[in-house]
């Protein structure tokens, strides 16, 4: 929770972060969102798209609405969400400026699903726990990411189901951003994910082709806002622990030889 709650502390804090980031970031953010206003209404641009300027007041709105400075927010969470703002958002709503034609609708939706990446963090899922079957929920996740990022995934998994007691959608989305972490640290490569039931514990191994975790990362993969990768937000191992704890599971991570693995148990029932 205390995870959650330094991220609630960084959200409130996104004015902070603009004027950390630099005054320069945020009189081009504005500027971006002034310009593509008055352009969209006029018609210069998207006048075939009747829905371009609620798009643009949409983006506005997002990322003002309930968002206060306080203080207390640490350096290096300001500095991870600025940094993340700055290449997910400001700089998307820049180049739609200079876009024409179809060049502007996607970059105007880059910029929103980054802000719903962040308001999907912020977030502190409620969970309503059903009877789920583990294998299924795996396969399916595993296709999806296939389908998305186009990184084969290796499934071992029982022919029988895996009993749980679990909130299906939001333990899919703990495994669907352990694998976007070992796809995104595999180089594309293929992965491995194993599942297993064995005395009361249901065991699932995500293993990729990568360097392997770093010592530093070993003992800080799933701390809030540590990434080793440039613009990330670094909070997918982060949500993805908190939601196997609230069912009563492990998440670890460690190396082994060609790569590094996430383990996660649950139990079973």
Same mark, same amino acid.
């Given at each position: 929770?205390?995870?959650?709650?330094?991220?609630?502390?960084?959200?409130?804090?996104?004015?902070?972060?603009?004027?950390?980031?630099?005054?320069?970031?945020?009189?081009?953010?504005?500027?971006?969102?002034?310009?593509?206003?008055?352009?969209?209404?006029?018609?210069?641009?998207?006048?075939?798209?009747?829905?371009?300027?609620?798009?643009?007041?949409? $983006?506005?709105?997002? %990322? &003002?609405? +309930?968002?206060?400075?306080?203080? #207390?927010?640490?350096? !290096?969470?300001?500095? /991870?969400? =600025?940094?993340?703002?700055?290449?997910?958002?400001?700089?998307?709503?820049?180049?739609?400026?200079?876009?024409?034609?179809?060049?502007?609708?996607?970059?105007?939706?880059?910029?929103?699903?980054?802000?719903?990446?962040?308001?999907?963090?912020?977030?502190?899922?409620?969970?309503?726990?059903?009877?789920?079957?583990?294998?299924?929920?795996?396969?399916?996740?595993?296709?999806?990411?296939?389908?998305?990022?186009?990184?084969?995934?290796?499934?071992?998994?029982?022919?029988?189901?895996?009993?749980?007691?679990?909130?299906?959608?939001?333990?899919?989305?703990? $495994?669907?951003?352990? %694998? &976007?972490? +070992?796809?995104?640290?595999?180089? #594309?490569?293929?992965? !491995?994910?194993?599942? /297993?039931? =064995?005395?009361?514990?249901?065991?699932?191994?995500?293993?990729?082709?990568?360097?392997?975790?770093?010592?530093?990362?070993?003992?800080?993969?799933?701390?809030?806002?540590?990434?080793?990768?440039?613009?990330?937000?670094?909070?997918?191992?982060?949500?993805?622990?908190?939601?196997?704890?609230?069912?009563?599971?492990?998440?670890?991570?460690?190396?082994?030889?060609?790569?590094?693995?996430?383990?996660?148990?649950?139990?079973?029932?």
């Amino acid at each position: 929770m205390l995870g959650f709650v330094l991220f609630f502390v960084a959200v409130a804090a996104l004015p902070v972060v603009w004027r950390v980031s630099g005054q320069r970031a945020a009189a081009r953010y504005r500027r971006a969102l002034e310009r593509l206003d008055a352009e969209a209404r006029s018609g210069k641009i998207g006048a075939d798209d009747p829905s371009l300027p609620a798009g643009i007041r949409t $983006v506005r709105q997002r %990322l &003002a609405s +309930g968002w206060m400075p306080v203080r #207390g927010a640490s350096p !290096e969470i300001l500095s /991870r969400l =600025a940094q993340f703002l700055q290449t997910a958002v400001v700089k998307p709503l820049v180049q739609a400026l200079h876009a024409r034609g179809r060049g502007v609708r996607p970059r105007i939706q880059q910029a929103l699903d980054a802000i719903e990446d962040i308001e999907f963090y912020a977030e502190t899922p409620e969970l309503k726990r059903t009877s789920a079957d583990l294998v299924e929920a795996v396969q399916g996740v595993a296709g999806e990411y296939r389908k998305a990022f186009k990184v084969e995934v290796e499934l071992d998994v029982p022919a029988e189901p895996v009993p749980c007691r679990a909130d299906l959608a939001a333990l899919q989305d703990a $495994v669907y951003m352990i %694998l &976007a972490n +070992g796809g995104r640290h595999g180089g #594309g490569e293929p992965m !491995e994910v194993s599942l /297993r039931n =064995a005395g009361g514990q249901a065991r699932l191994v995500v293993r990729d082709s990568g360097e392997g975790f770093s010592d530093e990362a070993l003992g800080r993969a799933a701390e809030p806002f540590f990434s080793t990768v440039p613009g990330a937000l670094g909070l997918g191992l982060t949500h993805a622990r908190y939601v196997v704890q609230a069912h009563g599971g492990t998440l670890e991570v460690r190396n082994r030889e060609g790569g590094g693995e996430v383990v996660v148990e649950l139990p079973v029932g």
